[in-house]
């Protein structure tokens, strides 16, 4: 496992918040992380293709992928050291050491090629993670910049709930913000500007009444 300089702040509060957590966050996250299993299906890897997971958490959806598309070659980051002590577990137990490498890292300024020894990929994704980390954008940045030619970014993350009852999103919201959770509403407008500037297209979608958003950007 690779490292590099993170900002020992936000790393602390990740690695408090899932030093526990990460034992049942499978368990209870399968609930209320909804569209994750669709981004995956979506990734449409190429043979022999590279798959980068920024922050990749558990493992759970690096072990998805790697199910899914049985040759292509997985990398993962995480800001917290805890939750890569599970993501190991993860991958060892799934029997996809031998194609998989895990590095802790900040999603929002990462060398890849120090990581991995990797500089591009062809498919980088980001699950229920943007909502985590201050400075989001700069994760929807970097992400792009590490994609290879013909490459696509898929990102799912909470929605604004814009079609559902407002009782209900102000649940969603207060119990949220008890885990350092907070819905990006200027997601789509960051993702619209961010595929400009790299000259790539943009396809986004509202899921479950606008739960959660799913977007992918192509080059």
């Known amino acids: 496992m690779s490292t590099q300089d993170l900002p020992a702040n936000h790393a602390d509060l990740m690695d408090g918040v899932y030093r526990w957590q990460r034992h049942i966050y499978d368990l209870t996250r399968k609930y209320y992380l909804l569209g994750r299993d669709r981004l995956i299906a979506g990734l449409d890897v190429p043979a022999n293709g590279s798959v980068l997971e920024l922050g990749c ?3 759970r959806n690096l072990a998805l992928t790697a199910r899914r598309y049985r ?4 990398y993962g980051l995480d800001i917290s050291a ?10 060892a137990r799934e029997g996809i050491a031998g194609r998989t490498l895990l590095a802790r890292a900040d999603a929002t300024d990462f060398d890849a090629q120090a990581l991995f020894g990797v500089a591009s990929f062809d498919r980088v994704f980001v699950s229920y993670s943007l909502s985590m980390i201050p400075g989001w954008e700069k994760t929807v940045a970097a992400g792009l910049a590490v994609l290879a030619p013909g490459g696509s970014l898929h990102v799912v993350d909470f929605g604004q709930q814009e079609r559902m009852p407002g009782w209900f999103r102000s ?3 207060a119990w949220l913000k008890k885990f350092h959770v907070s819905p990006r509403d200027s997601l789509r407008e960051v993702l619209e500007s961010e595929s400009t500037k790299a000259g790539a297209s943009l396809s986004f979608e509202r899921l479950y009444r606008g739960y959660a958003w799913l977007a992918v950007v192509r080059r």
């Open 71 to 74: 040759d292509a070659r997985l």
């Open 57 to 59: 958490g558990t493992g």
């Open 82 to 91: 805890e939750m890569l002590v599970s993501a190991q577990a993860t991958i």
């Open 171 to 173: 649940l969603l919201r």
